[in-house]
């Protein structure tokens, strides 16, 4: 009983101790927080699998290098659970400072997994920030909510993304393009073997999987709900049956999948796909700007819309660089790295400002900006459909992987 006493009391204690290095961060003292930011190393979680994501955050790096004196490491990543892990692991160990991970790229599950274990940085943070005035709530409300999930300050956007396809005009005629998942069918039955898509849990797999789902549930508002076991076979039914029916005329007869988007973007330029798809709706013109698609490739989306979310990077509220990662989360925000960030040549990820929320001289950039000759306008990109409450995206990884991964 007395180390059971013991256990709690520590418990409670470290808990004080977090809540207490939480409540005397003043996010509002940017002056303060800039002078406790120099010397630091922010530890920067995220996706490594990308070679031009990677040269953006080195520019990041150096831009923080030389602007406060902050030095910002890459931690690549394969899988951002790797990182949660840690900071579960630090917090199970009681470590409620000096913690690994400082910054995280993060969405979805990840970030919901995180909230709910009070994992993160303290709330409102985000929205604290000298920059977050620029940012577009108003017109993308995904910037406030994570796959439904409300963020409530405890993540910062910095980049918005949107399911697009791609083709090769040299070879597939415009006019039979498809404008749905029920015409992508149609369109695979007329012309096998030309269409496919990663397997899950593939990120881009498996959002094709929640656009079909989208299409065809009975109430697309289920989705935005947990997943309930009660009737999730029910209301997947038609995602599978629509799978059954394209696998039969997929690449390799659905006998296997492309390994990832780099994947299937090489299918592309060798002739293997006539349609892929992507989650930025740059990709194609920065992979013909590098030489790796041909310059006939160009972009399309469905008319009642496709796939569309924010991405963020979160602070774990064990943090040992916490001003310093507030530094970085504030800059990614800022019309300069915005900028670059959509620039084609060094990422052509969508920003997540609002034009007329920036001075004059930015929104000139922004509007002056080559996106690239098969980048859609933002005009052009249609609807977006919300993204799913987290819980659907590994319920239905399961499930495909328990009918499909076989082969069979």
Known sequence: MRSITKFLAATLVAGLTAAAQASDLDVSDWTKIEKAAADQTVYFNAWGGSENINAYLEWVGGEMQRRYN????????????????????????????????????????NFASMKRQGLLLTPGWASSLPNWNYVDVENQPTTLTDFTEATDGLESPWGGAKMVFFYDGARTDKAGLPDNAAQLLEWAKRNPGRFSYPAPPDFIGSSFLKQVLSEVIDDRAKLLEPVAEVNFERNVEPLFAYLDELHKVAWRSGKAFPLNYPDMKQKLGDGELDIIFAFNPAEASSAIAAGELPDTVRSFTFSSGTLGNTHFVAIPYNANAREGALLVANFLISPEAQLRKQNPQYWGDPTVLSMTKLPDADRGAFQALDLGVATLTPDKLGPVISEPHASWMERIETEWRRRYASGN
């Not at 917090?91 to 599950?109: H, P, Q, R, T, Y």
């Open 70 to 109: 902050v030095k910002v490491t890459q931690v690549k990543l394969d899988d951002t659970a790797s990182a949660v892990s840690k900071v579960v692991a630090e917090k199970a160990a009681g470590k409620n400072e000096g913690g690994s991970v400082d910054l995280i790229w993060i969405n979805g599950e």
